[in-house]
């Protein structure tokens, strides 16, 4: 059974940084890509990043903007987003979720695809003051 653990969320002036971690277990971890996503209150779900399953390939929504880093630790099973200039309307919650493939692939940009992904963590709560 796939199991996926975020933290690292918390309360963040703007301009601040935070880091989330994503542990997975009941899984090959590096035989997958994996991915970030957001939801805001009262907004859809949205891709904020996607990793490869060796981490040599990364790739990153609009709104990134450069701001965001996703990394990952095949040996301890981590997935990290380490996020910097953070804004007010980066406020939401965060999801990492593991993809079907080990390549990030379809939708506007690959890995954007909420379909792609089979599993989902519970979510670490990011809010940024203003």
């Known amino acids: 059974q796939v199991q996926l653990v975020e933290s690292g969320g918390g309360l963040v002036q703007a301009g601040g940084s935070l880091t989330l971690s994503c542990t997975a277990s009941?899984?090959?971890?590096?035989?997958?890509?994996m991915g970030w996503f957001r939801q805001g209150s009262g907004k859809e779900r949205e891709g904020v990043s996607c990793?490869?399953?060796?981490?040599?390939?990364?790739f990153y929504a609009n709104f990134v903007e450069g701001r965001f880093t996703n990394s990952r630790d095949n040996a301890r099973n981590t997935l990290y987003l380490h996020m910097y200039g953070l804004k007010p309307e980066d406020t939401a919650m965060y999801y990492c979720?593991?993809?079907?493939?080990?390549?990030?692939?379809?939708?506007?940009?690959?890995?954007?695809?909420?379909?792609?992904?089979?599993?989902w963590g519970q979510g670490t709560q990011v809010t940024v003051s203003s």
């Open positions: 009941g899984l090959t971890f590096d035989d997958y890509a």
């Open positions: 990793i490869n399953y060796s981490g040599s390939a990364t």
């Open positions: 979720a593991v993809s079907r493939g080990s390549a990030c692939y379809g939708g506007s940009w690959p890995g954007a695809l909420e379909r792609q992904y089979t599993d």
